[in-house]
């Protein structure tokens, strides 16, 4: 009784004192939620008097980062556990916001201090549930459940999406971490014996899911997936449980499985995968798949991308599936080709358009490009490997224009590569040198490669210093001052930080990224790009924007603010991707402000037959005004103005809109004769023959 006394006094004082809790820091025991003050949800010094709008990390709060290899190992089991224990279950109440939205007494949608509407998860997922079952130690159970409405969660939860976060029941404290919980039950799954073969026939056969317990015969019918993204590999998933024989394409270059894991029409099953370890590989010497879209090329190290591995094997081993890379919509196929091969129905999901061109003079001067450009440039080469060739160079200062995800995923790998670029630089220039000399080397630039080059081979030295030190010390090695001292890398916003999309949509970044070392300026608008003596950029012109207390709007200043620039991308948003009909105007009707395709539904009328109808205004609709001898085409993820922004609403129109898809077909396949499987199932074979000849290439 006295040990236990002293104890519960122990736990006291660590739980109640300040300078005692600093020793119990990251505790699960010692966890307790922090009241929001959405005003201040990160925290962040500013460091100079003569640019109050300046921001960084705190010190304190700084984390080391080196290379590409995964930055967050996610939470532990006993965080999980901590974070479902801390769920209310509020299901049993139907008060579970997480999954259906906060609303207010009207029925209408709440809105928290920042604006953003509470409308829960996209997916409608059974988070509450989840937990439950969870919490009793049924994990399997508790991923069927997940998997009724979210089959595709490999490529959701932590590091991806946070609609359910910001519904969670607590608005005024730490919400409940549900992306942790998700991932969690999905890892603890994954870690058994044949935990990715659980998983994949989860995918096929959910005993749990009433709507479609099970996956349906091949039932003749052929639809394209035009992009392999979130909403592309989803809806080709709900398809092929329906009984649809699904090809998908892609204009990325997709890296075919192994045909010992995915197994062959030749009559080879796969070999099961015991241990999900055997198919994963660190992030840093990943080979780069194509599959997965955005997913693949937009979101950074900050998410394991081994989870699309599951996902891309799990669809590869569908024996109505095919896909293929290097594929373009309107280019390698248009719609009059895919109807004379076959086809009865299109899926647009090629996410988003054309990157934002800022209204800034000399907006495309050397040394500026594209936030997206450069995230493509860095994963999709692999120049972020240590042995790889890829021609990505970048200079500090640098600047990201911008305020949302984008521009913080730009800004830290941006940081994170420029190390890993001068030192790959430095061993590089030894080995020349010492096979050709220095004289040789140094005799094929100019003036302005030299200096660049110069600066690189110096700054090498440096990492390369810093490494040895770490390794003397037995510590990860920090680059952090060294990359500031070299300008360093800051997000550049024309409004106030907390009036960015990034802050009001997904703070957990904005922290994730002070922590990383990256800088932000706020209210400032570029102006002028301004150019060195070789006509690169050198420094960034900038206007000080001010907020009009009474019209709540932001004006110039008048004011200009510069600073040094060598590498400057933006990161401004997308416009949605309408390039079908700009290359071939007529094709479709576009929506009244000419941005998106303008949203029909399907409806039969007096002869019987089905034709595309214009929807009413708020109705959600997918499919284009494309109608030609009863084909039909439809959209989804970024294409469509309700599911545009995020992974999860991607997927989200593929589980809403694939049952549109399926009732055009309606008639015919509740008439269909089960003894005509095998023509039907030869007629696919013959499909998939065809296109493999004259899609896939081979040296």
Aim: include cysteine; proline fraction near 5%; hydrophobic fraction near 40%.
């Amino acid at each position: 009784a006295e040990n236990l006394k002293l104890v519960e006094a122990w736990a006291a004082a660590h739980a109640t004192q300040a300078e005692a809790r600093v020793r119990v820091r990251g505790w699960v025991s010692f966890h307790f939620p922090h009241q929001l003050d959405y005003e201040h949800l990160v925290q962040i010094e500013r460091p100079r008097a003569d640019v109050p709008e300046l921001m960084r990390g705190l010190d304190l709060n700084l984390r080391r980062r080196d290379g590409f290899g995964l930055t967050d190992l996610r939470a532990t089991k006993r965080e999980v556990l901590d974070e479902v224990d801390y769920c209310l279950y509020c299901h049993e109440r139907s008060k579970d916001s997480c999954s259906k939205g906060l609303h207010e007494r009207d029925g209408n949608v709440k809105r928290n201090p920042l604006g953003i509407k509470l409308d829960g998860c996209p997916l409608d997922e059974k988070i509450s549930e989840m937990h439950v079952l969870k919490k009793l130690g049924d994990s399997i159970a508790a991923l069927s459940l997940v998997m009724i409405d979210n089959p595709m969660c490999p490529g959701t939860g932590h590091r991806i999406c946070n609609d359910c976060m910001k519904s969670c029941i607590f608005q005024k404290q730490e919400p409940v971490n549900i992306p942790q919980a998700e991932t969690g039950i999905l890892t603890d799954v994954l870690e058994l014996p044949y935990g990715f073969e659980i998983y994949s026939l989860l995918t096929r056969w959910n005993p749990l899911n009433a709507k479609r317990p099970y996956a349906l015969p091949y039932n003749g019918r052929n639809v394209l997936v035009v992009g392999l993204g979130p909403a592309g590999y989803t809806l080709a998933h709900y398809l092929l449980n329906e009984g649809f024989g699904v090809v998908g394409i892609d204009g990325l270059k997709i890296e075919p499985l192994t045909g010992m894991l995915t197994g062959d029409s030749g009559g080879h099953v796969p070999v099961p995968v015991r241990d999900v370890r055997e198919i994963e590989t660190p992030l840093d010497e990943r080979v780069l798949a194509g599959f997965g879209g955005v997913s693949e090329y937009g979101i950074t190290v900050r998410w394991d991308k081994n989870f699309l591995t599951l996902i891309h094997l799990t669809l590869a081993r569908r024996e109505r599936f095919r896909f293929y890379g290097g594929v373009r919509f309107g280019g390698t196929l248009t719609i009059e080709d895919a109807w004379e091969l076959g086809f009865d129905h299109i899926a647009i999901a090629t996410g988003a358009g054309k990157p934002t061109i800022v209204q800034m003079k000399n907006n495309l001067m050397r040394g500026i490009r594209k936030a997206s450009d450069f995230l493509m440039a860095l994963q999709l080469t692999g120049a972020f490997k240590r042995d790889a060739f890829a021609n990505l160079q970048v200079r500090l200062p640098a600047l990201v224009i911008g305020g949302g995800l984008t521009a913080i995923d730009t800004a830290t790998e941006l940081f994170a590569y420029y190390p890993v670029q001068v030192l790959k630089m430095l061993e590089r220039h030894e080995e020349l040198v010492a096979e050709f000399g220095e004289e040789e080397v140094w005799k094929r630039f100019d003036a302005e490669e030299r200096a660049a080059y110069e600066e690189f081979l110096s700054h090498g030295a440096s990492v390369r210093a810093e490494r040895e030190r770490a390794v003397a010390a037995g510590e990860a090695p920090n680059f952090i001052p060294l990359v500031r001292g070299w300008g360093g890398v800051s997000i550049v916003y024309r409004k106030r930080l907390q009036d960015s999309p990034a802050y009001r949509l997904n703070h957990e970044e904005v922290v994730k990224s002070l922590e990383e070392g990256i800088s932000y300026v706020e209210n400032m608008s570029p102006h002028e790009a301004v150019a060195d003596e070789h006509g690169a950029v050198k420094e960034l012109i900038f206007e000080r924007m001010t907020l009009e207390a009474e019209t709540g709007k932001w004006r110039s200043s008048g004011e200009l603010v510069t600073f040094p620039a060598r590498t400057v991308c933006v990161a401004a948003g997308t416009s949605p991707n309408i390039i079908y009909e700009k290359e071939r105007p007529g094709t479709f009707q576009l929506d009244e402000w000419g941005q998106f395709f303008a949203p029909h539904r399907v409806e039969a009328n007096g002869d019987g037959r089905l034709h595309a109808v214009p929807a009413q205004k708020g109705e959600r609709a997918f499919f284009t005004s494309y109608e030609k001898d009863g084909r039909f085409i439809s959209y989804y993820g970024d294409n469509h103005p309700v599911y545009a922004g995020n992974v999860v609403k991607a997927m989200a129109s593929a589980k809403d809109g694939y049952e549109h898809v399926t009732a055009l077909f309606a008639d015919e396949l509740s008439r269909l004769d089960p003894g005509s499987q095998e023509q039907r199932d030869e007629g696919f074979t013959r499909l998939v023959d065809y296109l493999d000849d004259q899609l896939t290439a081979r040296v």
